[in-house]
């Protein structure tokens, strides 16, 4: 111990002992060596340095559970998604029946163009019986006497948008009016074919009409109206109320002979009208729907034109 003077007294100096080393001096020979001086972490580092030790190639580990019971799931989620499709397809087909929507569709720019002629000048037209192949009717493209639902639903559609642009032209547009028109086009459509079949239950009419015939059929007054609505942006109120005129009276004729082969089979079946009280009934019930069509033209289009 060396000891130095100090003001206050003896402070004795510690010699710092060299790692590795002995009082002696330098030991080459030393046995093992010294980590005192090494913290945790510095001995976590060396864990972290090793690579890890590969397993055995008979244990596989967890993946020899893990593949198994991932293919088990995936197989099971698949035959529920097919199972429920298939549900689903049956259940849609049976309220809405999406095969027979293709055949409602199936048209052409030639088929277009014809029917719409047809429907605005159907006084020439002579042949109103729908074609069949083989027990079926032949799809609208091949015969401008079948129907479809190509030319409703765009009617439908351009009805609104020339019921939007009448009512811009008046300062009195707003999306709110706009969906306010069309809904109630739509409900008014559907409340007119409810009404038609409960008619023909009540009669007891056999037809081959459907209610999507029914749907195509009421579909076609469209055409009048925005005819009428185009007349009356151009040429005021007297070009809406002749052009709708001539519209409404070209309808009612089209419903007429249309629908009279389809409710009076049995007098379109011999080239006459049968005469007794059913039939009667059955041409005062074509003769109703044929003059509905005009009300309703008249009823969705009247306030768009001022």
Known sequence: MDYTSTPSGYRQQPKMRLRNTSPDGPDDSQLFEDT???GPKAQMGGYRNQQPVPQAAGFPGPSLLADPMSNLAMAYGSSLASQGREMVDKNLDRFIPISKLKYYFAVDTMYVGKKLGLLVFPYMHENWEVSYQQDVPVAPRFDVNAPDLYIPAMGFITYVLVAGLA???????????LGVQASSA???????????LLSLYLVTVNTDLTTIDLLAF????????IVGLVAGLLFGRAGYYLSLLWCCVAIFVFMIRTL?????SEAAAEGRLVRGARNQLRMYL??????????FMYWLTYHLVR
Not at 167 to 177: A, H, I
Not at 218 to 225: A, I, L
Not at 286 to 295: D, E, L, R
Request: aromatic share 10%; net charge positive.
């Open 186 to 196: 739509f409900v008014w459509l559907i409340m007119e074919v409810l009404a038609v």
């Open 36 to 38: 005192s001086g090494v």
């Open 286 to 295: 074509t003769m109703s729907i044929a003059a509905a069509q005009p009300v």
């Open 260 to 264: 009279r082969l389809k409710l009076l």
């Open 167 to 177: 009512l811009g032209t008046q300062n009195r547009f707003s999306p709110e009016l």
């Open 218 to 225: 009421s579909g076609y007054k469209y055409v009048g109206m």
